[in-house]
């Protein structure tokens, strides 16, 4: 079994080696003698719980706590203070800043083991249902909540790095005739089929594919021009309808998707609504000339229309 991940920030080499030798057995430590340090560590790991000392003579502790809950990459993961500060106001403080305990210096090993145990087991339960909330209950791809956040990070993350990004949103076709024909169970099928289909074609990191509602999907990604974009959502399209899941259609004897995108590298000067709008507008279009289409807005305003 993969053993939990805990991040030990105290500019004390002995004491952080004290503390890891405590735990290494149960957990997988790390140890950083910066603030800073310790920041830029906790961004880029995947911690189940970071254990910190409050006085550090770059930044203190209760700094270096209230970074780490206001960075979203860290926000979630509980925070045990160490000090040898023994006064009521710096517990209530740091507890006050999001520290999940507060344990004095020199402390008993058994008393810190237990009460590591009991965050990180608290933490996996946390995580679970924070999990089990920003995915859809149907599908099991992410919900319409997670990407509400996860969009706006992407946006961020591509006007950062002056990534081009892709918004598509698409729909099965003459899906309440499908209802109607075959049943609702029959309908959920094609949903989960359909959403698993695509999940297998959006796996990297800086892709988001979500259930948007009903029958409709969203996808954001990133590091795609509107060219490269257009030909993978086409072939998307084509893999969906290569299902050949019988309906009876005027469009085709298969289920089929229309879809709707835009390409850009965003700036400043630019609003996510907006695309998302433009995207919107070429789904729009996409059923307009007839579906089972893709129909794309590139970086220069121009519009593509498959078939």
Known sequence: MKKDKILIIDDSTAQAEHLSSILEDDYEVAMCHTAQGGLSMAKTGVWSLILLDVVMPDMD??????????????????????????????????????AVDYVAKPFSPVIIKARVNTHIQLY????????????????????RRCYESGSREKWQEAMRFGLPLSICIFDIDKFKLYNDTYGHPAGDRVIISVA????????????????YGGEEFVAVFLGSNGKTAFEFMKSVRQEIEDLHIPHNSPICDWVTVSAGGVSLTPNA????????????????DAKRFGRNRVVWLNENKEQWCEK
């Not at 809950?69 to 979630?76: C, V």
């Not at 509980?78 to 009521?88: D, F, G, H, Q, R």
């Not at 698993?196 to 259930?211: I, M, N, P």
């Not at 000067?269 to 729009?284: F, G, H, I, P």
Request: aromatic share 12%; proline share 1%.
């Open 61 to 98: 502790g209760f700094m270096l706590l209230k970074e780490l809950k206001d960075t979203e990459a860290t926000k979630y993961i509980p925070v045990i203070m160490l000090t040898s500060l023994s006064e009521v106001q710096y517990e209530e403080r740091g507890l006050l800043l999001g």
């Open 124 to 143: 996996r339960y946390q995580r679970q249902f924070r999990e089990q909330a920003m995915l859809d209950g149907l599908t099991g791809i992410a919900n």
């Open 196 to 211: 698993r289909t695509v999940a297998e074609r959006f796996r990297r990191s800086t892709d988001l594919f979500a259930r």
């Open 269 to 284: 000067q630019d609003s996510y609504e907006m695309y998302l709008k433009l995207a919107d507008t070429m789904l729009y």
